[in-house]
């Protein structure tokens, strides 16, 4: 084990791994934070608190991590490249394995003019790729980015995400081998909707052998109305939501939709299962965490390992 | 007038390990200007590379090789030494560099680094093609620019927004790395993108370094 986390000791145990998701409030309310992760305790192995998601302003996702973990879970802290220089972002992986978190998942960030602050300065001084490396040589080498040492590293279990619907899809995989060549131990996928293109990449992935090499956890979320399903599949940048999924939800009535979107959600977790090479799913319930025990129990995933951080 | 200055000699002579043949392009703007890649420095270079056991194709310098139109016209008269060199060799700013990578279909090897736009944008009107970063990156990514042409400046290949080879930011914007992949696909170079970039030295760049050090 490199680290204490909860996350990494389930995945290296061979157990097929179930991650969480947990948005901060965009105030200073604790509570909200409370709440939600009471409803994730004991359905997840670990789960991601989001750092500025869509780059609408948030409560911190390491200031969240440390209310979540107070409730006794363990929290995977998102940390995006967007609004941070290395100077900053070094400083806060200090910071954030000082507090005792123990994962930590690299991302460029969602473009600021997604956001609510459109014309905010971005900063990208790094790439996601470039992050994972500085994380890995700050625990494993004990470097800074600049080649000085540091006497205690932060032990931190290390992600990044991994968009197999993004183009050019032939450089996805090559883009995943940057990642676990730069120092990644686990990937969690954009949510899978289209489960032939997923299952194609899947297997490019194998005949690199990276998933030998790196912890892969599909990204899985329930669609609660046609209208998001729709909104996703025209709005959000990187999702593929093929028209098959819009007409199963179509086909029953309104109120019973968001129902079918969780038995949607559970099939596809079962697929998963039977691909090759995934070790786990990333569930992300977003503003919808009650769903999450149900589609937990429902995959047959529970009960979930005893949680050892 | 754009501010360039030439890369260290042994950072030019390794873009160019492997090839034995090198077609050289200067500019008579503001290259000659700023003794970056005017006339006098193309044949310098044409020197030094032979010296160090290259062949010089030929070599051209164009008076504004930002100007598309033009440097296509000047680069008809050179067809057949560009087509029998290995590479190109362009001694200019980013600008020229990347008119060149869009004009003919081989390796462009940029020869300098652009310090400064000095308040000016090429004669490439239609898009922004250089961000005077001062450390040419066009070596790496055939010729396209994605300091200046990827929303979030990234080095190691597209985001998870890209699709369709348009930018997540907005489609009117294409994904300049989907034209890198597709540009080093057709150079047979696509390994070129495996490598792991480290982090930008942005000291340099006019952004965050001191521009009084840069402009005297």
Known sequence: ?309 | MLISEQKPLEEILSYLEGDKSIFLIGCKGCAEGWESGGEKQVAEMKNTLQEKGKNVAGSVVVDMLCDSALTKLKLRAHKKEIAAADSILVLTDGAGVQTVAELVNKVVHPGCNTLSAGGAHAEWKEAERCLECGDCMLEFTGGLCPIARCSKHLLNGPCGGSQGGKCEVDPDIPCVWQQIFDRLAKLGQLDKLERLVTPKNWSVSLISGPPVKRLS
């Open chain 1, 1 to 309: 084990m490199k680290t204490k986390s909860n996350l990494e000791r389930v995945l290296e145990s061979k157990i097929f791994a179930v991650t969480g998701e947990l948005g901060p409030p965009q105030s200073a309310d604790p509570e909200v934070i409370r709440k939600k992760a009471r409803i994730l305790k004991g359905h997840v192995d670990a789960f991601n608190v989001t750092d500025g998601q869509t780059a609408v302003v948030r409560m911190a996702s390491w200031a969240a991590c440390l209310i979540a973990k107070e409730e006794g879970l363990d929290p995977i802290v998102q940390m995006t490249c967007r609004d941070r220089n290395r100077i900053a972002l070094q400083m806060d992986v200090l910071g954030i394995a000082a507090l005792g978190i123990n994962n930590m998942l690299c991302l460029t960030g969602d473009h600021q003019k997604f956001g609510n602050h459109p014309t905010a300065k971005g900063v990208y001084d790094l790439d996601s790729i470039q992050l994972v490396k500085m994380v890995k040589d700050m625990r494993d080498e004990r470097k800074f980015q600049c080649g000085e040492e540091m006497a205690v590293e932060p032990r931190l279990f290390i992600g990044a995400a991994e968009n197999p619907f993004a183009d050019p899809f032939e450089f996805r995989v090559a883009r995943l081998a940057k990642k676990v060549v730069a120092g990644a131990d686990f990937i969690q996928t954009q949510i899978v909707y289209n489960v032939d293109k997923f299952a194609d990449w899947m297997k490019m992935v194998r005949d690199r052998g990276l998933h030998e090499r790196v912890k892969i956890l599909a990204g899985v979320a329930p669609i609660k109305s046609v209208g998001a399903a729709k909104y996703m599949k025209t709005r959000v940048p990187g999702m593929d939501v093929p028209d098959s999924v819009i007409t199963r939800l179509q086909g029953v009535p309104k109120e019973q939709v968001s129902k079918e979107g969780i038995k949607l959600c559970i099939d596809i977790i079962n697929q998963m299962r039977e691909i090759e090479g995934v070790a786990g799913i990333h569930l992300m319930a977003i503003e919808w965490e009650e769903a999450v025990p149900e589609i937990v129990e429902a995959a047959g995933l529970m009960p979930r390992p005893r949680l050892v951080t």
